[in-house]
């Protein structure tokens, strides 16, 4: 059934009428499907609470409210969330019972809890997350935001971005604020991340209006979005166009660019104060701080040691696949041999000019298309929206990974966007190609989001989470290994590739445990010689990774854990069901709940069995 406003109004008011009546009055009705639906919209009220507290998130969605503003990070906004997340909390549990709901509506309740509980735990680690950083910090997400994500369709569209430029100096005020409340718990990032920081805002402030040369990234894009705006084509409409590049230059120059010279001279005075240490067990509680990391990319119990030896495991276990397929590619000698074959023949590299980042664009898309073209072999449906291949813009891309996936904007038609870093195309071998395209696109990330768009007879904080990264990454690289399944990777080099693919997950779970935890410590220098040793990627790759585990400690264990419990559940689901297993039915009892935990997704197979 579409989520109609009138369906959506009748929930939002039947929930909000519906607490306010208090268990007693929710659980007489014993009726399921009535308490699910009265359930629901409780929960479309909490969504919408947290989505007004969010202008950007708003903006990620598609809506065109506050389109102007940028989110609150101060600490009274901090505090507000928490008590919000502990009301939410408490609200659930003493209104609603969740064995009177539907089995749907359990799921519900269950997530929410969960939800609301992370939100709670998180608040305990404030401050620790090292604010600016060369993955996602805020000196490079400020730019990356309002050129991926802040569309300008019509006149208002870009005054709003006006304003959201001249709105930049209170957030960096903020984010420097937090930045000297990293320091004061004794969290400063490495020393190391500064200077990505500091070449970040160095690529923001180059160019037009800063100085000579090519316009510099926001006023790129800006004007580029800008002139895209359907006018009248007479004079007025010109002129009005001319003013607002005038009203974003004069904001780049006049707040921009000042606030950025600030968080530049802050970044560099903690940088001399900022030690070499590389992992959290040197934090405050920096053991239980990991622990918390882990629990929540992992969504499971494991802990960093057992992790650690099941990544151990899986190296040697994919080593071994590997080398029983080098005969088959006529390579006679050893794996660190063969390794080293695969780090540098020219032939499984485009060349670094335009024409070869072109190639590999183009070669992506062929892929892509292709695995769309039989998609409907594993699948019920195919996904709905568009997707577009493109390369990471040029002021993010010595920061950033080699592929990311961003999701679709939910109400303005936002495509879903593939983004290849074309960098160094060393860093892109021939031979994963495939299996990368597969992990961010088709069958993985942009699949599994817009099925749990479209499912629209759920609360919307279950479509739109992303929350649990062990279930989205794990997908992803489930579906690597599923496109092996389909009978894909007809080059065998590309079947080894989908193997050093998964070797490097496998990799992260020994160099992330390495590094974080107190029983290991391990420096940044034997992270890059462990990658070195036993993968075959290109030292910037490696170095570039490491680098990466070191400021998100926990998140690089997702992968690999919930590629395998996915792949447990449709083995166990396979045996026990023999000739009545579907392939596509168990691709929708995984995506058809939307993101859940990985405990709560076992369930479910458990219950299509």
């Known amino acids: 059934m579409p989520f109609t406003s009138t369906r959506r109004r009748f929930l939002l008011a039947t929930g909000a009428a519906f607490a306010s009546l208090g268990a007693p009055a929710i659980r007489a009705a014993n009726d399921p499907a009535l308490a699910t639906m009265r359930l629901n919209g409780w929960l479309e009220t909490r969504f919408d609470a947290w989505l007004a507290a969010s202008p950007l998130q708003q903006t990620a969605l598609g809506l065109k409210t506050n389109l102007d503003r940028w989110d609150d990070l101060t600490p009274q906004r901090f505090a507000a969330d928490k008590a919000r997340a502990e009301k939410d909390l408490a609200d659930l549990r003493d209104n609603f019972g969740a064995d009177e709901l539907s089995t749907e509506g359990r799921l519900s309740y269950r997530l929410y809890e969960y939800e609301s509980e992370k939100r709670i735990s998180d608040a305990r680690w404030r401050g620790l997350d090292y604010p600016v950083n060369q993955q ?38 903020q984010v420097m604020a937090l930045m000297r409340e990293a320091e004061d718990k004794g969290a400063l990032a490495p020393r190391f991340v500064y200077g990505h920081v500091l070449r970040d805002c160095r690529n923001l402030l180059t160019g037009a209006p800063f100085g000579p040369g090519t316009d510099s990234p926001l006023y790129a894009d800006f004007t580029a979005k800008l002139d895209g705006v359907r006018d009248s084509g007479n004079k007025e409409g010109r002129v009005i166009k001319q003013a607002l590049r005038a009203d974003a230059a004069q904001a780049l120059s ?53 992790i650690h030896a099941f990544g151990l495991s899986e190296v040697a276990r994919l080593q071994d696949e590997i080398r029983a397929r080098m005969p088959k590619v006529d390579f006679t000698g050893d794996l660190p041999g063969f390794f080293s074959f695969l780090r540098s023949d020219a032939r499984f590299r485009y060349p670094q000019t335009s024409g070869g980042k072109a190639a590999y664009l183009a070669r992506t898309r062929e892929v ?55 960098y160094d195309m060393a860093a892109l071998p021939t031979y994963e190609l495939e299996a990368v395209a597969y992990h961010e696109t088709i069958p993985g990330h942009h699949l599994q989001v817009s099925y749990a768009r479209a499912l629209s007879d759920l609360p919307r904080f279950r479509r739109f989470s992303g929350s649990f990264i062990a279930y989205s990454e794990g997908w992803g690289l489930y579906c690597e290994r599923l496109a092996k399944d389909m009978g894909f990777y007809q080059d065998p080099y590309a079947d080894i590739g989908r193997l050093t693919s998964e070797l490097w997950r496998a990799c992260r779970l020994v160099v992330d445990t390495g590094i974080h935890a107190p029983e290991t410590k391990w420096s940044r220098e034997k992270a890059i010689a462990y990658l070195q040793e036993n993968t075959p990627n290109t030292a910037g790759d490696i170095v570039n990774s490491v680098e990466r585990y070191i400021v998100n400690p926990g998140q690089a264990t997702a992968y690999k854990v919930g590629m395998n419990r996915i792949i447990a559940a449709r083995e166990d689901a396979k045996a026990r069901l023999g000739d009545r297993f579907d392939l596509k039915e168990f691709h929708d009892v995984v995506l058809n709940h939307g993101p859940l935990p990985l405990t709560m997704l076992a369930e479910n197979v458990a219950a299509l069995i």
């Open 136 to 173: 996602s910090g805020w000196q490079q997400q400020i730019a990356s935001f309002l050129i991926n994500i802040h569309r300008i369709d019509t006149v208002e569209d870009a005054q709003a971005y006006v304003a959201r430029l001249n709105g930049v100096a209170g957030l960096i005020d």
């Open 254 to 306: 006049d707040v921009v660019a000042p606030a950025y010279r600030k968080l530049m001279a802050l970044a560099e005075a903690q940088r001399s104060r900022a030690g070499t240490d590389d992992g959290v067990w040197r934090l405050p509680e920096g053991e239980a701080y990991y622990a918390h990391q882990l629990a929540a990319a992992t969504t499971t119990a494991m802990t960093a040691a057992e």
């Open 368 to 422: 892509i298309a292709a695995m769309d073209a039989r998609l409907l072999e594993a699948f019920s449906r195919r996904p709905a929206g568009d997707l577009v291949v493109q390369a990471v813009p040029a002021f993010r891309e010595q920061s950033a990974t080699s592929a990311f996936y961003q999701g679709p904007g939910a109400y303005d038609g936002r495509p879903g966007t593939y983004f290849v870093n074309t």
